[in-house]
Nanobody, 122 residues
Framework: QVQLVESGGGLVQAGGSMRLSCAAS????????MGWFRQAPGKEREFVAL????????YYADSVNGRFTISRDNAKNTVYLQMNNLKPEDTAVYYC???????????????WGQGTQVTVSS
């Protein structure tokens, strides 16, 4: 019943910008915090950003802080990740996730999307 669908990935030049979207059901959005994670080839999945359910508080990984912005549109049941000043090291598959607990731990999230590829060329 819970499906998260990411979109917006693709190829971008270093220094450029890209916005990812994650669409969820109304019930999923109402019950859960939302987060973004990413996984580069040969590496473990890592936390990127999160936004809480009730107050919209945000938290970012040090590697993206100041460059990325997470937001949510309750009317559209969608969470966004605005990525600015992209670097080659940002290249990864990006996943959106939903969970009751807003933490940086992957295991805190119950539902995951299929991922969208982001490639940043130098």
């Amino acid at each position: 019943q819970v499906q998260l669908v990411e979109s917006g990935g693709g190829l971008v030049q270093a220094g450029g910008s890209m916005r990812l979207s994650c669409a969820a059901s109304r019930r999923t959005f109402a019950r859960n915090a939302m987060g973004w994670f990413r996984q580069a080839p040969g590496k473990e999945r890592e936390f990127v950003a999160l936004i809480t359910r009730d107050f919209g508080s945000t938290y970012y990984a040090d590697s993206v802080n100041g460059r990325f912005t997470i937001s949510r549109d309750n009317a559209k049941n969608t969470v966004y990740l605005q990525m600015n000043n992209l670097k080659p090291e940002d290249t990864a598959v990006y996943y959106c996730a939903a969970g009751l607990a807003a933490t940086i731990k992957e295991r805190s999230y119950d539902y995951w999307g299929q991922g969208t590829q982001v490639t940043v060329s130098s």
